[in-house]
């Protein structure tokens, strides 16, 4: 865990004490079952996703590291303003959680979120409200609208763009990590 | 019973031997009735009878006074961007109230507290609620309150203790002012008031969280006002004042608080349910918000709990669920009506408190006031700095201290405390005091503050905000976000407020929305604003579509010869052959003229609702893979919704666009064929170039529709005939698509918008 994301040990006890009752068979690290035994996750859309994200380095089983590792994706940031006055954050973190994000669409690691991808993000999260035509369009439009380079899929550069004036960090921060 | 006749023919025609007779002895009263000059009872030409009108003239001429001074602003409109708009309306009501003064008139008899309380301030705490960006908001509740509650009684004790103990010193000469009092003033200008401190933020576009807070602050600090207010004018006729007293207060404040919310969400809750069943009585949709908001805030009054934020929270409440029940047109007509009572309400204040600045007597203490202001500016400042360094912890993005700052700067006082001066009992002997202090402290913030604001701001930077155009990407990755935010909450086994949005949503969406909306049917608000965008670019084609298509610089710019070959070249020869084809399917055109249905209904769009672009070429392309290179579909073929060969009801079934009743309508723009093959994603980032995105709110009706007859015979010429007759029961035809041509018919044909209905289901006949 680098300086950059380093949590402090109050927390970090708590993630420990969180790891060992989400370990049930006390291996001293997490598997995929572990994951899917939390109810909340599993009825989340995307929580399949979300697991895939810890198991990203080829391993079947997460430990304590890792865990924290992708967990301080999710620090608030410590900014400090400059005069430009917008966000202006050490862009290693807004980075890192766009990263993160943009790993949940991309599936097969490509670099690209396909029009595939995105339309199973979006049949994921839309699931029976919506019909099939108007996943096509809503991707559709959702890739026109980002995609500069026309090659049809948003590549993380685009990605990136797209949200560079939404509030990252608001949106992907979890207090008690701080 | 001269006496008696005199006072009977004020206001009337005297009867007519009666006039006759006494008519010697009486002079013509105040332009009441001119009596006919000879002693005949001839009809009267030419009468006045100005008392019957007097009140309703007068405040009509009042707004109107007002409004032209809001025009008059924006004539010149460098002022607007230096000096805000509360104080130039208060600048020109202190001219009025000068000249009214030196003619001896008193102000309009209408300005009292009453008006003020029960007409003016609903309606602008209406709009705030309403316009309220429920999602900062509720990311920010807590130190919304925080701020709102803990605040407002930080500065209120604090000015009050400090100003009580100013009175003390002898030289001020207001030692008769106890603390009770000094109390009670201190609550009254403690207020930070909403009007003001909206009309100074619009301009300065400060970073969301620091206007979300502001904004939130000054609406929900109502409920302290009220019960400081209350408490300390009930007690200040107490001679002393004892502890039983300050918890009997704090159980207060929470009924009212509390009580205030729970008002407001009920009514929002029976409004939104109301408006389930509206949809046959279109016209007077907008009517339930506002009664129900309206009555809300009384119902609450009645009680003498917080009114504010009863009327708030039903706002905010029935926001969501109204409008989705109620059609477009009643949405964009309730937001239109909000915003210009708000306005004109906010106007009159404004212009009011100039025009009684002048015309009240005041009675001037130069210690006090100075003192006031000065206590009043500390206090606030020292209550921010506390109160941030408390609350910043908690706070995933803490405040710094330039928003600190901001928000200390932006705490302006307003016409909520100048009503609640005036309020004053008449028992506490410095009224008039405690007034002309009220006034001056408004003033004061209002000007100074006001203006200064903005370049202060700009001058220590505060974060500012980008106001971002809503793109569907940015909504499909919040959602994401959210999400993943939910999913990484439940793995720390923490809950904190993803979490709890998360059930909420699940609970709205199972519970709520089945109850309160008529189609029950869960919209994602990532559907909601893509229906929404593509209407605005529906907007944008209509207004450049007046145009000829050459002259549509996201066509030129794509691939300049060849369009413009094919632009010009299957207009008129192609018209034929679609106008043919078109009757052929069954297509239906809008009527020119909208059909009289009878006074109370509203003109008949039922068929043409809503406007939504479907980009065919993209979805045939995203559906058949990649076969949109081929050259060889026909032209023509590039008109219809739907891919040669396939019948209407496997496209279109499910495509169940809700804006509208219960026919659905949807209708979709067919692109010229250029379009398709050339129309890649420039299009949607070139119209915007082209066009600022229209708000929703701004929806016009669709100026020019032609009418296709389907049973007159099709004559291939541009301008098509209306038919004033067409009745949707004589053509009990499935799928109707009805078309909307676009007048400048030299340049046809590259908007065809094209609308669906859902009718009962029968077989169509095929296309070519």
Known sequence: MGSSSSISSAHLLRLYDRFESLDRDNRGCLSPDDFEALGGLAMNPIGGRIMEAFFSSGQDTVDFSSFVRILAHFRPTDRNRNKEGAQQELPSSRT??????????????????????????????????????????????????????????????????????????????????? | MILILLHGSRGEIPSKPIAATILPFVKPNDGVQTYPEDQKNNLPVFTMNYPRIQIPFEITLWVLLASFAKIGFHVYHKITIWVPESCLLISIGLIVGAIMHSVHEEPPAVLTSNVFFLYMLPLIVLESGYFMPTRPFFENIGTVFWFAVVGTLWNSIGIGISLFAICQIPAFGVQDINLQENLLFSAIISAVDPVAVLNVFEDVSVNEQLYIVVFGECLFNDAVTVVLYNMFSFVAEMPVVEPVDVFIGVARFFIVGLGGMAFGILFGFVAAFTTRFTSKVREIEPLFVFMYSYLAYLVAELFAISSIMAIITCALTMKYYVEENVSQRSCTTIRHVIKMVASISETLIFFFLGVVTITTDHEWNWGYILFTLLFAFVWRGLGILVLTQIINPFRTIPFNMKDQFGLAYGGLRGAVSFALAFTLPDTIG??????????????????????????????????????????????????????????????????????????????????????????????????????????????????????????????????????????????????????????????????????????????????????????????RRSLRPRSFQSSNVPRTHKYFSLPAGKSLESRFDAARWHYTDDHETLSEVAYPSQRSRFGKPARSSSSKAMIPLHRLGTLEEVPSTDVLNEESSSTGQGVFRTNSSYSDSRVPHPRRLYSLFDDNNSELGHVVLIQLRDWPHQEPSQGP
């Not at chain 1, 049949?123 to 019909?131: N, P």
């Not at chain 2, 700009?458 to 971002?468: C, G, L």
């Not at chain 2, 399917?585 to 209904?601: D, F, Q, W």
């Open chain 1, 96 to 178: 890192r959680k766009l990263k993160f994000a943009f790993q949940l669409y991309d599936m097969d690691r490509d670099g690209k979120i396909s029009r595939e991808e995105l339309l199973q993000v979006l049949r994921a999260m839309l699931g029976l409200q919506v019909t099939e035509e108007q996943l096509q369009s809503i991707a559709e439009r959702a890739i026109q609208e980002a995609d500069l380079d026309k090659d049809d899929a948003i590549s993380f550069d685009e990605f990136k763009k797209s949200l560079e004036k939404t509030d990252i960090d608001t949106k992907m921060s979890v207090s008690f990590l701080k």
């Open chain 2, 430 to 619: 410095r009224k008039q005091l405690f007034v002309t202090a009220t006034i001056a402290v408004i003033l004061f913030t209002v000007f100074l503050q006001g203006i200064s604001i903005r370049p202060l701001i700009e001058f220590i930077n505060v974060r500012r905000t980008n106001r971002n155009l809503e793109t569907i990407n940015v909504e499909i990755h919040c959602r994401l976000m959210e999400h993943t935010m939910a999913g990484i909450e439940d793995l720390c086994g923490q809950w904190s407020r993803f979490y709890w949005k998360d059930k909420f949503m699940k609970f709205n969406n199972r519970i709520l929305r089945k109850i309160l909306i008529r189609d029950g049917r869960a919209e994602s608000s990532i559907v909601a604003l893509y229906k929404k965008l593509e209407l605005q670019n529906a907007m944008e084609i209509l207004d450049t579509a007046s145009g000829n298509i050459s002259a549509a610089p996201s066509i030129v710019s794509l691939s300049p010869n060849v369009e413009l070959l094919m632009t010009k070249k299957f207009l008129a020869a192609d018209l034929r052959n679609i106008h043919d084809i078109l009757s052929k399917n069954m297509y239906k055109i809008r009527e020119r003229t909208v059909a009289y249905r009878g006074k109370h209904a509203l003109p008949n769009d039922s068929q043409t609702r809503e406007i939504l672009i479907r980009r065919h070429a993209t979805i």
